[in-house]
């Protein structure tokens, strides 16, 4: 996405519209928006329907809900917007044919049964990358033909009516719309936070049962599964290459897979000198990692993007200096610290591009 000029509002503007143009709350109350979204563009359809009395005007609300219905990100409002259009005009021009069949031939058995294997066609190929254009058409087939004895002047108001919706639909789309982005990022930064209390509860030896534990590992997953599907459209919004996300959710994964590792061997309970090493010789490391995460977890949030500045490096005991019973502990603990750097790094290389 390339950069705008920036519009500055007035101050009493700006304290107004602030839970509007707030990234953060727009994310958080995505829904609401969306809803307020669906009920002014419903009310808009009926307005000009009723307004200009234009037969059959209820299609047009109707249409409208099959078309904005559904919550869609900034980056795939265009494409869908195309496919709507083309499912829209195939529908129409399909509908309008088996009015014109109907009332030439007088044959509702065949009418039925052209309108069946119609919409077994769509259904075929709703199974696949043309799905949305294949069902939009079979619904505005529906709408326009009913089952073929409509008037054909019926079907054209009603034709008329569907693009009106459609019309009415995608000028509503673009009115604040969810980007992609915005969850990406959130996400993200919900990810590093819940990372960095995971660490600190390690290596402060607080202790959590198996159940609890398990239960943070699979939401930090499930993360990462809700990031990966938005990818492609932050990609589209942002210009940021696939390759850069790619490498920016394997440093993310790694570190996740490092928690586990780091709260396996971690101290036994009984190795009191071990639990002490951790908490004193390794609070510096420690500290860094912690830095690490929240600092860019705030950035992604915040938009402070001062908070991914690099942190003076931390010397890790090497060698004789670590307990033999600590070596695999300090060996992870310091491969978080530098995959932690690293996805720092990766983040403020495209932080312009996604601090919109």
């Known amino acids: 996405m390339t950069a705008s000029p920036t519009l500055r509002l007035p101050a009493a503007l700006r304290t107004l519209f602030r839970p509007l143009l707030d990234p953060y709350r727009r994310y958080r109350h995505a829904k609401l928006i969306h809803a307020a979204r669906v009920a002014l563009s419903v009310l808009v359809s009926i307005a000009l329907s009723t307004g200009l009395d234009i037969p059959h005007g209820e299609w047009s609300s109707i249409t409208v809900l099959i078309v904005i219905g559904g919550l869609q990100h900034h ?21 309008l044919a088996l009015i014109v069949l109907q009332s030439t031939l007088q044959w509702p058995l065949l009418t039925y049964l052209v309108i069946s294997v119609l919409c077994g066609i769509c259904a075929y190929y709703a199974i696949g990358k043309a799905g949305y254009i294949a069902l939009l058409s079979a619904i505005t087939i529906l709408i326009v033909a009913g089952h073929g004895d409509n008037e054909i002047v019926d079907g054209l108001w009603r034709a008329v009516n569907v693009i009106v919706g459609i019309g009415i639909a995608l000028a509503f789309s673009f009115a604040l719309p969810l980007y992609a982005t915005y969850s990406w990022r959130y996400k993200l930064a919900d990810a590093l936070r819940a990372c960095a209390v995971v660490h600190a509860r390690i290596v402060a030896d607080k202790t959590v049962s198996d159940t609890a534990h398990l239960k943070e590992m699979a939401a930090l997953n499930a993360l990462l599964v809700q990031m990966r599907s938005l990818m492609p459209w932050v990609s589209k919004e942002t210009d940021i290459t696939m390759a850069q996300l790619d490498a920016i959710q394997r440093s993310l994964r790694l570190v996740i897979s490092s928690l586990e590792m780091l709260a396996s061997v971690k101290p036994a309970d009984g190795d009191v000198d071990g639990r002490r090493y951790v908490q004193t010789t390794l609070r510096g490391l420690n500290r860094r990692i912690h830095g690490l995460l929240i600092g860019p977890s705030r950035a992604l949030k915040f938009g402070t993007l001062a908070r991914l500045h690099p942190l003076p490096a931390i010397s890790v005991p090497q060698g004789a200096e670590v307990p033999a019973q600590l070596s695999g502990f300090v060996s992870i603990d310091d491969k978080i610290a530098r995959e932690c750097d690293l996805m720092r790094q990766r983040l403020q290389d495209v932080s312009m591009q996604w601090n919109i």
């Open 75 to 95: 980056g795939n409002i265009r494409k869908k917007a195309a496919e709507r259009a083309l499912g829209t005009t195939i529908g129409a021009v399909a509908g």
